[in-house]
Each structure stands twice: as structure tokens, then as C-alpha cells.
């Protein structure tokens, strides 16, 4: 078999910061094509993630069975209809990060609604005038719900927007402050929150650790980079592959 040309090669390799290097990994697959209805009932509970090889599986809280939850997609404009039951030990809510939407959605706790109390659901309604790439998390008990793996991504998609030759490939980075024996260790400290932050000790993008992501040699591909870090930066690198920077959420 000849040879791609050295700028399009047949794997191309996604090389993102904060100590992540996708391309180094073991495994081959589309990474953020899994997607939920815009309605549809979401579930806090208990789960047990399993994140890295034979490592045991993280005893930690989530919004689905496996880590990241499945993408929530919605067309800008259209009725976005979700149901939060609350199956965890302490109430909860679903801020939508980003999005602008009628105050009484905003799932900031006494402030914008009651919070979502244990065996209890809220239904939030509304429809994101805006496209772009968000995410959901908890405001109650932010700094351990967020770190236990609460969290998700929301992708508003643009009708106009043009055709690429591949999915949508969502890259959520999270870092996981754990143990060998899948228990959580301290999910903030001062000199993490005097610095560039509290570093976990396994670094993941999409549940994966270093995982390798197969795009069409020669395509055009839009990359969503999410940092759903609720304790540090990253800095994403694409290295040797042509890029244009086309939309940043503050």
C-alpha cells in the first residue's frame, strides 16, 4: 500500500493537552456520537464507572449507566423537554451551562427553584435560542457532585450550519481524583485552587483514558473540546493538523 501523504495521514492522530495525548492509547473508536432525544427523563444515582483497563471501576454519581452520559441534541429554537429524578442521597439540580433561558430553568437551588429533594423530579422546559456546544451539571453541593461525575454534555445544533464529512466529535476532558481502589480522594485543595488546580490522578476524555479517535483521511471535522473539570484548566493542542478556531463558549 503506498503511503499517505505526510500532512493527511490514513489515522489521523488528535493530540489534546492537559496531559492527554489521544493517539497514544489502545483503543480505536468515534468518540461523542451517542446522543439522547431532546425529551426525555434523566436519572442522578449512584453508578460505578468503569474508566481505565482492569482498574476498578470508580464508585462515583452519574446521569447514566456509563461515563459520559449520552449527548443531549436539540436544533436552536426547538423545545428542549427533560425530566431530572433524583435517586442520590441529597438533593439536586440541572443547571444548564451557557445557555440563556428563562430564569425559572436555570436550576440554581432557592434562588431560581427548590432544590430536587431525594425520590422527587423537575421537569425543565425551554428552548436554547442559541447554537454552540454547552454542558449540565448540578448547583447543589457543586465541588463533590460535579467531581463524583455529574455532569454532561448539551449540543444545540444549527440548521444552517454546512455539512462535515464526519460526526460532530464531542471530546469531554475530565480529570478523576481517585484511588487504586476506585474511592475518591480529596476533590479540592488549597494549593490545587492556588495554583492551576486540584490534578486528579487519572486524566480521561469521554470516560476514555488516552484513547485513540479514527477521522477520514483528508476530511473536514468539527472537534467539540468541553473541560467539565469543575477543579482545573486544560489547554487543548492539535499538533501538525490544520485548524480554524470557529466558536468559543466563555
Not at 449512584?46 to 482498574?55: C, H, K, T, V
Request: hydrophobic share 40%; proline share 10%; net charge neutral.
Amino acid at each position: 500500500m503506498a503511503a499517505a501523504p505526510a500532512m493527511w495521514p490514513t489515522r489521523r492522530r488528535v493530540i489534546l493537552g492537559a496531559g492527554l495525548a489521544l493517539g497514544g492509547g489502545l483503543l480505536g473508536l468515534r468518540l461523542g456520537r451517542a446522543s439522547a432525544p431532546a425529551g426525555q427523563e434523566i436519572v442522578a444515582a449512584e453508578r460505578r464507572f468503569a474508566l481505565s483497563g482492569d482498574a476498578p471501576a470508580i464508585r462515583g454519581w452519574g446521569y447514566g449507566d456509563a461515563f459520559p452520559p449520552p449527548i443531549v441534541r436539540v436544533k436552536r429554537g426547538e423545545p428542549l423537554r427533560v425530566r431530572l429524578v433524583n435517586r442520590l442521597p441529597e438533593h439536586t439540580t440541572i443547571h444548564w451551562h451557557g445557555i440563556r433561558l428563562p430564569n425559572l430553568m436555570d436550576g440554581v437551588p432557592y434562588l431560581t427553584q427548590p432544590p430536587v429533594e431525594p425520590g422527587a423530579s423537575f421537569v425543565y422546559d425551554f428552548r436554547p435560542p442559541d447554537a454552540g456546544t454547552f454542558w449540565y451539571h448540578p448547583h447543589c453541593n457543586s465541588v463533590e457532585q460535579m467531581a463524583r461525575g455529574l455532569m454532561g454534555a448539551l449540543v444545540v445544533e444549527n440548521p444552517d450550519d454546512p455539512p462535515f464529512d464526519a460526526d460532530d466529535i464531542v471530546c469531554l476532558f475530565r480529570d478523576w481524583p481517585v484511588d487504586g481502589a476506585g474511592g475518591f480522594t480529596a476533590f479540592s485543595t488549597d494549593e490545587g485552587a492556588g495554583r492551576a488546580g486540584t490534578m486528579g490522578s487519572l486524566h480521561t476524555v469521554n470516560g476514555v483514558a488516552q484513547p485513540v479517535i479514527d477521522l477520514p483521511t483528508g476530511g473536514l471535522v468539527r472537534l467539540r473540546i468541553l473541560n467539565l473539570d469543575n477543579s482545573r484548566v486544560i489547554t487543548a493542542v492539535l499538533r501538525d493538523q490544520p485548524a480554524r478556531v470557529i466558536a468559543i463558549l466563555p
